[in-house]
């Protein structure tokens, strides 16, 4: 594949010494304005990478809290489509800051997946995480992605040994997604020394970035994981965040962008941190 934003975007802060900040927002959360006001507000928060959820029915992998706000995406309209019309209004005003749709191949099937892909790159989407689908099946989805330039992120587990590695990883690009804890979305914190091991066996086997998600949640705990890892992902603290913020019918308030903007500002400086702590 041809050099991508995201690729570009891991160089940047492999060159300033320090990981990249990838957060996670679910699409149309609480609903689509504030949502689009989120995603336009990240990069200047400090977001290097943005992470964005499709949202789905039936979200296996997802935690408590990244299921609601699928829930109230659902709920408030978004679909596929709308949640490419994001990405391609965030793209009226930004063309660098690298976009990650993550999400299930159900719908992508659905829609049709050569379909669904030319009008994921006409919008500006730079990556895809579809977490059910394996590299078996890379012929459904990854391959036709990485044709279109389209990076196709792959997800390694504790439970991926040594054997499975070589298969998860082949095909992948942009970076590799280290799932730090056993388990869903925002349900246990990481074991910092365990997942420093794990990065190290990983880049034993590939020369992409790592990055690690599942269970990071403060400053702290970016800045601890980020002397490892070439990325920090953060979801759940996020959208917890935005749920803080909602009135008791869960509909947005003055208060929900600049929760989430004072949140990631605090991790942006855990991963900076990161660097200094690395020195």
Known sequence: MTESRITRRFAETAAAGRPALVTFVTAGDPD??????????????GADVIEMGMPFSDPMADGPAIQASG????KAGQTMVRT???????????QTTPIVLMGYY??????GPEAFLDAAKAAGVDGLIIVDL????????????M????????????TTDDRRLPAVLTNTSGFVYYVSINGITGTASPDAVRVGGAVERIKRHTGLPVAVGFGVKTAEQAQRIGQDADGVVVGSAIVSAIKGSLDAEDRATGATVPAVEALVGELAAGVRAAKRSAA
């Open 32 to 45: 689509y304005d504030t949502s689009l006001a989120i995603l336009k507000a990240l990069p200047g928060a």
């Open 71 to 74: 829930l109230r995406a659902l």
């Open 84 to 94: 490419l019309a994001m990405v391609r209004a965030f793209r009226e005003t930004d």
């Open 106 to 111: 159900n719908p992508i099937y659905s829609w």
């Open 134 to 145: 394996p590299p078996e099946a890379d012929d459904e989805l990854c391959l036709p992605a």
């Open 147 to 158: 044709a279109r330039g389209i990076n196709f992120i792959r997800l390694a587990t504790p």
